[in-house]
C-alpha cells in the first residue's frame, strides 16, 4: 500500500447485494433493476428519520435474504448516512444485532464501506461482512436546506438526494464479482462555496483520486468497461470528464454516472441529477454489481464522491471540502 | 498539470447552466401579480363593508395568510412557488408560507422545541430587521420631527 | 374597482420580477431577498415615498413585503405623533400585529392537522 492505494493479493469476493428505492426513484429510468421499491415515502413510519433507517434495514435483510443468510451470521457491518450521528444506520440497524462500526464519508460512503470491509476482510477478521449506506429525500432536506413545503425555487445546479439504500455481502469464499483492489481519495478543496452545486464541489476530488490510481498502477481508462462515479451529476461529470481530460488521461467514452443514470431531468424535474449516500449505492447494487456478475461487464471503478460539508460550515463561508474513494471490481469473465 | 481554484472557477463558469429567466421573470411577475389582485378584490369586497381602507388592506392580509398556510398544509403552495419563484416569496403569502411550512416540518419534534421553537426560522431575520428598522426610523424621526 | 386591479397587478408584478432578478442573477437566498423587501420597505417609507405609491397602487404596494416595512413604519410615525418616545418602540409591531398574528395561529393549526408531504 502506498498513498492510500492498494491492490488487493487476494480478492475480497462479493456474495450478494441488494438495492431498495423510494417512489420517485422507482419512476425513473433505472425503475427495472432496483429490489424493491417503496411507493410511500414514509416507508409506513411516522417520521422521515424513522423511514430513512427502515429504508437501510431493508436493504440489509434483502441482501442476506439473497444469499440465505440471518443477522447472526454476519460478522461485522459498516454502516454510515448523511443524517446527524449517522442516527439512519444505528437506528435501522438496532434491531439487527450485529457487530458494527459506522463510518461517515457523505455520499462516497459505498465505498468507502467497500474499502473498510475489504480491509477487515483480508486482516481475517470475518467471514461475512456487510457495508451499506442510505440516504433519503426528505431527511436531507429537512437537515441541509429548508422545510419540505417551503416555497423555494431550485437553483439549476442543485441536485436531488435520492430516497435509496444498497448493502453489500462480503464473503470469504471466492464468489464474482470481486473487490481487486481501491484506492482511497484525499480531501480535496478547489474553493466551490455553493451547496447548491454539489457536483463541481466534488468533481475534483473524484479526478484527483482517478488520475493517482492511474498513475499509480500504470492501468489505463481503456482498460475498464466502465468507470462509475457516485454523484457528480450532469455538471460535476463535465467539470470531472474536463480535469481528469487536463491530467492526460480520456475517460469521457467509459464513464458513468450514478447521479445522472438514476434520473431523467427533463420528466422528473431533478435539475442537474441525483445525489446522497443511496444514489451511487443502489445503482451500484442494482446495476453494476449483477452486470459484473453475469460477466456482462469484466471491470470496472467504482468511484463514490462525497460533500464533507454541514450546514453549519456552509454558513460560516466555509468552501466545500470533498473526498472520493475508489474501488477496483471485476466480473465472472476474469476467472482464472 | 495540477488545476488551480482560479483555473476552476473559470471551468465552472462555462459549464454553469443559466436560470431561464426568460421563463422565470415573467412567470413571477403574473403570479405575484394575480396575488395582488386578489388582494384588491379582498380589501374593495371590506370597503364595501365600510372597513376603512387601513382595516379592510389588514383583513385581506389575515385573509391571504389564511389560504397561504392552508395551501402550505395541502402541500400545494411549493408546487406552485416551484414555477412562480419571486412571485409566491415577495407576497405576504411567501411569509406566510415561510412560518406554516417551519411550523409542519418540525412537528415532528414536538410542539414546543420542534413547532415552537422553530416556527421563525425562516421568518425571523424579516421580522427581527423589520423591526430595527422601523426602531432606527423612529428615533429619527421622533428627534427631527 | 378594474382599473384598482390593473394597477395592483402591474405594480405587485413588477415587485414579484425585481425579486426573481435578484434570484437568478445574484447569489442572495430567499431568506436574504425577503429581509432586503421589508427593510427597503421601512426606508422607502421613512423618506415618504412608499405611502404614496400605496395610494395609487393599492394591494400592488401593500401585499408585497415591502408593504409590510411600510406597515412597520407608518405604525412607529403615527405612534411617535399619538404616545411620544414609547413610539419608538411599540409603533411598529403593533401595526404588523395582524399579519405576524394570523401566520403564527395559522401555522400552530396547520402544523396540528397536516403531515409533512414528501416532493
Not at chain 1, 102 to 129: D, N, P, Q, R
Not at chain 1, 146 to 171: D, E, H, K, M, N
Not at chain 2, 83 to 106: D, K, M, R, Y
Amino acid at each position: 500500500m502506498s498513498n492510500g492505494i492498494k491492490r488487493l493479493q487476494t480478492p475480497v469476493s462479493i456474495l450478494s447485494y441488494a438495492s431498495v428505492v423510494g417512489k420517485k426513484e422507482g419512476e425513473g429510468p433505472m425503475n427495472s433493476y432496483f429490489d424493491k421499491i417503496f411507493d410511500d415515502s414514509y416507508l409506513g413510519e411516522d417520521t422521515w428519520e424513522k423511514a430513512e433507517s427502515k429504508l437501510q434495514q431493508t436493504a440489509v435483510l434483502t441482501a442476506l435474504e439473497k444469499a440465505d443468510l440471518l443477522p447472526e451470521n454476519i460478522d461485522l457491518i459498516f454502516a454510515g448516512d448523511l443524517i446527524n450521528q449517522c442516527t439512519s444506520s444505528t437506528f435501522g440497524l438496532r434491531p439487527l444485532e450485529i457487530p458494527f462500526l459506522g463510518i461517515y464519508g457523505a455520499c462516497s460512503t459505498m465505498a468507502e464501506g467497500l474499502i473498510t470491509g475489504s480491509i477487515a476482510m483480508s486482516a481475517g477478521v470475518g467471514e461475512k461482512i456487510v457495508a451499506t449506506t442510505s440516504s433519503h429525500f426528505s431527511t436531507a432536506e429537512r437537515q441541509f436546506r429548508f422545510p419540505l413545503s417551503y416555497g423555494g425555487q431550485r437553483t439549476p445546479t442543485s441536485q436531488w438526494t435520492c430516497t435509496a439504500s444498497g448493502a453489500i455481502v462480503l464473503t470469504k469464499d471466492v464468489q464474482f464479482p470481486q473487490v481487486t483492489g481501491f484506492c482511497i481519495g484525499k480531501i480535496t478543496d478547489l474553493g466551490v462555496t455553493d451547496a447548491n452545486n454539489m457536483g463541481a464541489a466534488m468533481a475534483p476530488a473524484a479526478a484527483d483520486t482517478l488520475v493517482r490510481w492511474f498513475n499509480e498502477t500504470g492501468n489505463k481508462p481503456e482498460q475498464y468497461d466502465a468507470i462509475v462515479t457516485g454523484d457528480l451529476g450532469i455538471i460535476g461529470s463535465e467539470l470531472f470528464c474536463d480535469l481528469v481530460m487536463k491530467q492526460g488521461y480520456d475517460v469521457t467514452s467509459v464513464h458513468k454516472d450514478c447521479g445522472v443514470m438514476i434520473f431523467d431531468p427533463e420528466t422528473q424535474d431533478t435539475h442537474a441529477g441525483g445525489s446522497g449516500c443511496g444514489c451511487s449505492a443502489s445503482i451500484l447494487c442494482g446495476y453494476f454489481l449483477p452486470k459484473l456478475r453475469t460477466g456482462e461487464l469484466c471491470r470496472i471503478l467504482f468511484l463514490a464522491t462525497g460533500a464533507l460539508m454541514s450546514p453549519t460550515l456552509t454558513q460560516q463561508g466555509e468552501s466545500i471540502p470533498s473526498i472520493s474513494h475508489l474501488v477496483e471490481l471485476i466480473g465472472t469473465v476474469n476467472k482464472t | 498539470m495540477k488545476v488551480s481554484r482560479e483555473l476552476y472557477s473559470d471551468m465552472q463558469n462555462q459549464v454553469a447552466p443559466k436560470s431561464k429567466s426568460y421563463k422565470n421573470i415573467p412567470l413571477a411577475f403574473v403570479i405575484g401579480g394575480l396575488i395582488c389582485v386578489i388582494g384588491q378584490l379582498l380589501i374593495s369586497m371590506f370597503m364595501s363593508f365600510d372597513f376603512e381602507q387601513k382595516e379592510a388592506s389588514a383583513w385581506a392580509s389575515i385573509i391571504l395568510v389564511g389560504a397561504s398556510a392552508l395551501f402550505t398544509g395541502l402541500g400545494l403552495y411549493e408546487k406552485i412557488a416551484k414555477h412562480a419563484g419571486a412571485g409566491t416569496l415577495v407576497p405576504i403569502t411567501g411569509f406566510a408560507n415561510s412560518i406554516s411550512s417551519s411550523a409542519l416540518e418540525f412537528k415532528s419534534e414536538g410542539f414546543i422545541l420542534g413547532v415552537g421553537a422553530k416556527i421563525f426560522t425562516i421568518a425571523g431575520p424579516v421580522i427581527l430587521y423589520g423591526t430595527t428598522a422601523s426602531i432606527i426610523f423612529g428615533l429619527i424621526y421622533y428627534f427631527i420631527r | 374597482m378594474i382599473m384598482d386591479c390593473i394597477l395592483a397587478f402591474i405594480f405587485g408584478g413588477l415587485l414579484c420580477a425585481i425579486g426573481q432578478v435578484l434570484i437568478d442573477y445574484t447569489k442572495l437566498t430567499p431568506a436574504r431577498i425577503l429581509t432586503g423587501y421589508v427593510v427597503a420597505g421601512v426606508i422607502l417609507s421613512a423618506v415618504g415615498l412608499y405611502p404614496k405609491f400605496v395610494e395609487f397602487a393599492g394591494a400592488g404596494a401593500t401585499v408585497p413585503l415591502t408593504g409590510f416595512g411600510n406597515l412597520l413604519a407608518e405604525g412607529v410615525r403615527e405612534a411617535i405623533d399619538e404616545k411620544g418616545f414609547l413610539g419608538v418602540f411599540t409603533g411598529g409591531l403593533t401595526a404588523g400585529a395582524g399579519g405576524i398574528a394570523a401566520a403564527l395561529l395559522f401555522g400552530l393549526i396547520i402544523s396540528l392537522i397536516f403531515k409533512p408531504k414528501d416532493k
